[in-house]
């Protein structure tokens, strides 16, 4: 049986009220914050499952923030593999979640589950791009990113480095990252921009979000 040669990650928080998309707390409440966080993931978890049945020699691996496995698994199920995030913050967190996989021998994107256009489409470009550019990057319309993947064999300390002294959370994300991963000399390949959820104004891009309250 062939290994697995790639890698998909999933990065997302265990879901505490108050602590998911809480910019849109003021809109929404904490409870809807908090279901809205919940439907993203099960969206984007819908269309990497898509993706995967077709994918045979990819694997994804769930990367979780503020809380225990067993949390996830009482929220998932135990049909999944959860990693603990490890990290002083978000650029050294994913940092650490991409070499997990690059020194493994695997070519490796990270998502988050802001974004819901996130398709098959998006994750099969982002990996066939690594077969020509060490980096490749989805630019979200905000001035972040909602996917970035690095080919194994890249070297381990450029990786780092990439995420190093970004202003997280920022319009200049993806600037940043762009001019970074140029000044290193590591061929990027840019995705089209497309549009995560993180304000009252971006719901409209998620049509399949319902408040219930």
């Not at 914050?33 to 984007?44: D, G, K, P, R």
């Not at 791009?129 to 996917?147: N, R």
Request: hydrophobic share 35%; glycine share 10%.
């Amino acid at each position: 049986m062939p290994s697995l040669q790639k890698l998909v990650i999933l990065f997302t928080r265990v879901p505490y009220p108050g602590r998911c998309k809480s910019r849109l707390i003021p809109a929404l409440g904490a409870r809807g914050a908090l279901q809205l966080h919940q439907q993203l993931v099960l969206h984007i978890l819908s269309a990497i499952g898509a993706f995967l049945s077709e994918r045979h020699q990819v694997s994804l691996s769930i990367f979780f923030h503020g809380g225990s496995r067993q949390q996830m698994q009482q929220w998932l199920g135990n049909g999944y593999n959860y990693q603990q995030q490890l990290g002083c913050d978000l650029g050294e967190r994913m940092a650490t979640a991409l070499l997990h996989g690059i020194q493994d021998g695997r070519d490796t994107v990270l998502i988050g589950s802001d974004c819901p256009d996130i398709d098959r489409s998006v994750l099969d470009n982002s990996l066939n791009s690594l077969t020509k550019a060490a980096i490749v990057i989805g630019p979200a319309h905000d001035g972040g990113y909602y996917l970035i993947g690095i080919a194994a064999g890249t070297d381990p300390d450029l990786c780092r480095q990439l995420f190093e002294n970004i202003h997280w959370g920022s319009n200049r994300v993806f600037s940043q990252t762009i001019n970074r991963a140029e000044s290193l000399g590591l061929k990027t390949h840019i995705l089209e921009t497309l549009h995560d959820i993180d304000t009252e104004d971006d719901l409209r891009h998620f049509h399949h979000y319902s408040n219930s309250e």
